[in-house]
């Protein structure tokens, strides 16, 4: 059971219950995601199943996509639908004035993260310390904006007015707070009313699974219907530089030995991540340029 399976999160579960399900389904316990939705976020949830595991790390740093519902005329305690809303004192904004303050937030700034949010102080949440009503000093994280178009706009409560944006940005990214400080530089508060990832890195909603597809195929064949569904380990690595071992050099890196790979490796940088391929194409594991030789530095599975 090695491979990746896109979910598509519904809103209500937290990560960890999607986790869990599959990790039930699938009747294996090594399971990694590919970053956290809040609860009432859906979208993309790129699992990591058995020696996949082992690549999660090379995601860490994938842009994601998101579509956000903001909603203006009142700010929240945890910048989202679940916290306190207090009524703004400002106006609310108009269409034209909030498509026109779209434009300052491109580019790379600094963000101040939600109080309510998992980052750790002295080894406890945020979260946890604001919930118990302690003053939180978060540090502004350095975050990047790609894209943010204002795709609809419903100005039914002229109060209240909503619009949904696409945002395309740099992982570590709080979409709340870009919300609040949207809100903010237009002179009214606002929250996220709802949120979706549309991408994860290489992984879209067009290609993610439902959890009635995945319970479904289980259901149908027990866990080899939900391996049936797993995309190779190494989807959306293709940037990685990869060089095909003989059997004989695979039984080497397996054994934590320098290989000197018969195809050679070309013009790949010294210290760069290598894919390690069998004669199929498929991957057995990651290692590192060092001269002539590799050195192995993962195995997905031996």
Request: glycine fraction near 12%; aromatic fraction near 4%.
């Amino acid at each position: 059971m090695h491979g990746v399976l896109v979910v598509a999160k519904p809103a209500g579960p937290t990560s960890h219950d999607v986790v869990a399900l599959v990790r039930r389904l699938a009747s294996t316990r090594r399971i990694g995601h590919g970053g956290t939705l809040d609860p009432f976020a859906s979208g993309v949830l790129p699992l990591f199943l058995g020696g996949a595991t082992r690549l999660v790390e090379y995601h860490f740093g994938d842009d994601k996509a998101y579509r956000a519902t903001v909603c203006f005329g009142s700010s929240s305690t945890t910048d989202d639908l679940d916290g306190e809303l207090t009524p703004a004192a400002g106006s609310a904004p108009t269409r034209e004035a909030t498509e026109a303050a779209l434009a300052a937030f491109l580019g790379t700034q600094l963000q101040q993260p939600p109080a309510f949010s998992a980052i750790q102080v002295g080894g406890r949440r945020a979260y946890a310390m604001a919930r118990a009503g302690e003053t939180v000093q978060l540090t502004p994280r350095q975050v990047e904006i790609a894209g943010l178009d204002l795709l609809e706009w419903d100005g039914t409560d002229p109060e209240r007015p909503i619009a949904i944006l696409e945002v395309r940005c740099s992982a570590g990214t709080y979409v709340r707070a870009l919300a609040r400080d949207l809100g903010a530089a237009l002179g009214s508060g606002a929250y996220l009313g709802a949120l979706v990832r549309t991408a994860s890195g290489p992984f879209t909603l067009d290609g993610a699974r439902t959890l009635d597809e995945i319970r479904d195929a289980a259901a149908a064949a027990g866990p080899e219907g939900v391996r049936r569904l797993l995309l190779p380990p190494d989807t959306g690595l293709d940037a990685l530089p990869a060089v095909s071992l003989t059997s004989e050099e695979i039984a080497d890196a397996n054994q934590g030995r320098y290989v000197r790979p018969r195809a050679g490796l070309h013009d790949t940088p010294d210290g760069v991540p290598l894919r390690l391929l069998d004669a199929a194409g498929a991957i057995v594991g990651m290692g590192r340029r060092e001269g002539a030789r590799i050195a192995p530095t993962k195995i997905l599975h031996r």
